[in-house]
């Protein structure tokens, strides 16, 4: 039996997978030893976990609403009635509102591609710049950071490096054993070659046992931990003169800002001990090699930007950038979240992150789609569902997104696409937001079809078809055209490569990349040229923007803290077997069997006080809504938080969260919200 090799659909790191199929499903997956971002190793959702692909929960058939917005039913229709009316109610709209009232959340789970199509039909055919990902909600805020003070948009290193070259690895608010486990893997394969870990987390997750040296600090106080590090680094005299003085500029701005956040100062604000921030700050300032790492516990805060900003702020002051082993590293969760972004499906930049205010920069894909582009940026997700909600956007387009579980305070993200006059989904399940549409339309999963991926380390891979798709079930792409269509405008693609060949014309960082030239290996971007070998590590040659510009910040709270009514702080997150709002995940046998339900963690002081046991059954209530999960006593949470996974539909973490907003990337505070928990008598 050969094996098709593919590129894994759950999470950013990008392994390479070998499946063998037999009659129609998939037996057995492994990979290759010399595969590049994994070595050989796989974790459990991407050995064991794409069984959902052959789930009978597939959608087959496009689904229509007959009757009333609100109480009419989605029955099954034809491809010619369900594209008929999605061409009809989008040109409506367009019509009656203007272009603006019409928006697309395209999806980071699809490939580049279909990427690259989505934000073309919203821009080129529809005429709006309302095109936007779930990476408004995961890592909006590092690439405003990163963007604003280096002039990238990526992590600058890559993943093979850490085992290889890292002398220190600083990780902070990511659970990586449980959300990235290969590079888990790498870091503990680092650890035991010598390398040292600083830990930065509140929770006690698996990497606090390979820690050097573990900052537990309370959950949204990261600004004033890492101020707290440039303190000491500054004070201190071990940052790096040569590197400052040549590639950066900012320092006198970033020293004045961080004098106040003495060890003591930080001690007090944070919890954290001042002699482990001493600690931590001697040995990332004093390692030949030190590369950070992050993951939404930086970024998903009303101050997500000035966290990542703060992380910016140690790699420029030590130099640590531009060398194997080094960088800055946010850990992207879905499978082509990196992708998504550099295809464009957001909106104030085009592909290859042109801002829409370039007027050049517009003109060059005016040229190349044969359309007049708006001159504004468009509605970020967040704002789209403000949007619904007040008028200004009438008709959704959800490709493989389901914001009606992901989004935070979802009671309001319901009540607004309720708003909407029409509702489009493409997707392969009928999600909680396929359930409330008007038009449900059935696609391809990632077993199905070409194309391409590219990882969080930069890398572009293929993706290979290896099952037949079910039912009439039509390729993103080939939906997404046929609309084009439909609504006036000549796409004739016939391939997933064909719209990849467009794609090397309008991105020059993936100029040099061919589908023949990735057939048996991936290449990471910037790859400008045929000749180009790819680009592992950034900066080699400098940075983009000239000098990396420190960004003073300074601490501020979250923006709800806990209180007599809510005297406990929820973090949401993820576990190993589970993977986002779980519709993929849960379809997959085995792991549901092994986590099952969601679970709420409790310190046991904090159930002692309230006088619940483990395993028993808890309300959890915020100022938006509340949910009943059963608890986990476990130190792994800090006194005075739980931990909530948003994988559960039957207990939404985000009917508690909290939709304040970064002001700069619009990204919600998911990882602080204040909730009350109470034991509840009904049992499990
Ligand atoms: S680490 Fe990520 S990409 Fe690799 S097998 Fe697991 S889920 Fe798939």
């Given at each position: ?459 572009v891979q293929r993706v290979r078809r290896f099952l037949d798709p079910p039912g009439e ?212």
């Amino acid at each position: 039996m050969r094996p098709v090799v593919t590129t894994c659909s759950y999470c950013g790191v990008g392994c390479t997978l070998e499946v063998r199929t037999l009659r129609g499903r998939i037996v057995k997956v492994t990979s290759p030893p010399d595969a590049p971002a994994n070595r050989g190793n796989l974790c459990v959702k991407g050995r064991f976990g794409h069984d959902y692909v052959t789930s009978p929960d597939r959608l087959t058939r496009p689904l229509v609403r007959r009757g009333d917005r609100r109480t009419g039913r989605l029955e099954p229709a034809s491809w010619e009635e369900a594209l008929d009316l999605v061409a009809r109610r989008l040109a409506s709209v367009r019509e009656r509102y203007g272009p603006g009232a019409v928006a697309g959340f395209s999806s980071a789970k699809c490939t580049n591609e279909e990427n690259y199509l989505f934000q073309k039909f919203l821009r080129a055919v529809i005429g709006t710049h309302n095109v936007d990902h779930c990476a408004r909600l995961c890592h909006a805020s590092s690439v405003v950071a990163m963007n604003l003070a280096l002039g990238a948009t990526a992590m600058t290193n890559s993943i093979g490096e850490i085992r290889d070259h890292a002398d220190v690895i600083l990780v902070t608010g990511s659970n990586t054993s449980e959300n990235h486990p290969i590079v888990a893997l790498e870091m503990k394969a680092a650890v035991a070659r010598g390398a040292r870990l600083i830990l930065i987390d509140p929770r006690e997750i698996e990497l606090a046992r390979f820690a050097t040296v573990w900052l537990r600090q309370r959950p949204g106080t990261d600004v004033a931990v890492l101020s707290g590090l440039a303190h000491v680094i500054i004070r201190d005299g071990l940052w790096n003169r040569e590197f400052v003085e040549r590639f950066t500029e900012g320092f006198e701005e970033l020293a004045a800002a961080v004098a106040h956040y003495t060890p003591q100062v930080v001690e007090a604000l944070s919890g954290v001990p001042a002699r482990d921030v001493e600690e931590a700050a001697r040995l990332y300032a004093t390692s030949p090699a030190a590369a950070i790492f992050w993951g939404m516990g930086i970024s998903q805060h009303t101050t997500g930007t000035d966290n990542a900003l703060a992380l910016v702020n140690l790699a420029l002051l030590c130099g640590q950038l531009g060398r194997p082993g080094t960088g800055l590293n946010p850990l992207r969760g879905q499978n082509n979240v990196q992708g998504a972004g550099d295809m464009g499906a957001l909106p104030h930049v085009l592909p290859g992150y042109v801002p829409v205010t370039d007027a050049e920069g517009r003109r060059r894909f005016e040229a190349l789609w044969g359309v007049r582009l708006p001159e504004a940026p468009g509605l970020t997700a967040t704002e789209v569902t403000e949007a619904a909600c007040d008028g200004r956007v009438r008709a959704l387009y959800v490709m493989g997104e389901n914001p009606a579980l992901t989004d935070a305070n979802l009671n309001h993200v319901r009540h607004c696409l309720e708003q909407l006059e029409f509702l489009v989904v493409q997707d392969i399940f009928l999600t909680e937001t396929a359930a409330m549409a008007d038009v449900v339309l059935p696609a391809w999963s990632w077993a199905e079809k070409d194309g391409t991926f590219t990882s969080t380390e930069r890398r572009v891979q293929r993706v290979r078809r290896f099952l037949d798709p079910p039912g009439e079930a039509r390729a993103d792409w080939d939906i997404l055209s046929d609309l084009a269509r439909r609504l006036g405008s000549d796409w004739r693609y016939d391939s997933a490569e064909a719209i990849f060949e467009e794609i090397r014309r309008a991105v020059p960082a993936y100029a040099g990349i061919t589908y023949a030239r990735i057939e048996e290996r991936g290449l990471q971007w910037p790859c400008p040229a045929e000749d180009h070998p790819g680009t592992p590590y950034l900066f080699a040659g400098g940075l983009p923007r000239g000098r990396g510009r420190f960004h003073p910040v300074g601490y501020l709270d979250p923006a709800e803290l806990p209180d007599d009514e809510f005297p406990l702080i929820l973090i949401t997150g993820r576990v190993l077997y589970h993977w986002h709002g779980g519709v993929i995940s849960r379809r997959s046998a085995g792991l549901n069997e092994i986590y099952p339900e969601a679970l709420v963690e409790l310190h046991p002081d904090d159930a002692a006080r309230l006088g619940v046991h483990d395993g028993q059954m808890v309300r959890v209530r915020s100022r938006r809504g509340e949910v009943t999960a059963a608890a986990r006593v476990t130190e792994r949470s800090r006194p005075g938080s739980v931990f909530l996974t948003f994988h559960f539909a039957e207990a939404a973490a985000n009917l508690l969260t909290n939709d304040a907003l970064d002001p700069r990337a619009r990204i919600p505070e998911f990882k602080v919200a204040a909730v009350a928990v109470e034991a509840v008598a009904r049992s499990r």
